[in-house]
Nanobody, 121 residues
């Protein structure tokens, strides 16, 4: 069983910063790619950044200058730093990962439970 444990959300004033964390826990062989998504009320879930198991992240948000994703493979963790928060960033942020249960299985997709970020003006 694999779980993605997220933390770091909360309520902040506009202009502040937050660092979200996501760690894969459980029994598995390897975590392949990881990614961050967010879903604002009434909107679809959109990808913010994709982090391969090695190499550079790929950002899909046009505001990528305020977002920085990083990864610690030794901890099976991915992080999202958000700076200069604006009310538009208010959303539930989700972690996504492709996890291989053993060396012979194809990776399966997992989602975190989501962490709420609320930005007030």
């Amino acid at each position: 069983q694999v779980q993605l444990m997220e933390s770091g959300g909360g309520s902040v004033q506009a202009g502040g910063s937050l660092r979200l964390s996501c760690t894969a826990v459980g029994n598995f062989f390897r975590v392949n790619s990881m990614a961050w998504y967010r879903q604002a009320p009434g909107n679809q879930r959109d990808m913010i950044a994709y982090m391969p198991s090695s190499g550079e992240p790929i950002y899909s948000t046009p505001e990528k200058g305020r977002f920085t994703v990083s990864r610690d493979n030794a901890k099976n963790s991915v992080y999202l730093q958000i700076n200069r928060l604006i009310p538009w960033d208010t959303a539930v942020y989700y972690c996504n990962a492709q996890v291989q249960s053993n060396r012979y299985e194809i990776p399966q997709e997992y989602w975190g439970q989501g962490t709420l970020v609320t930005v007030s003006s």
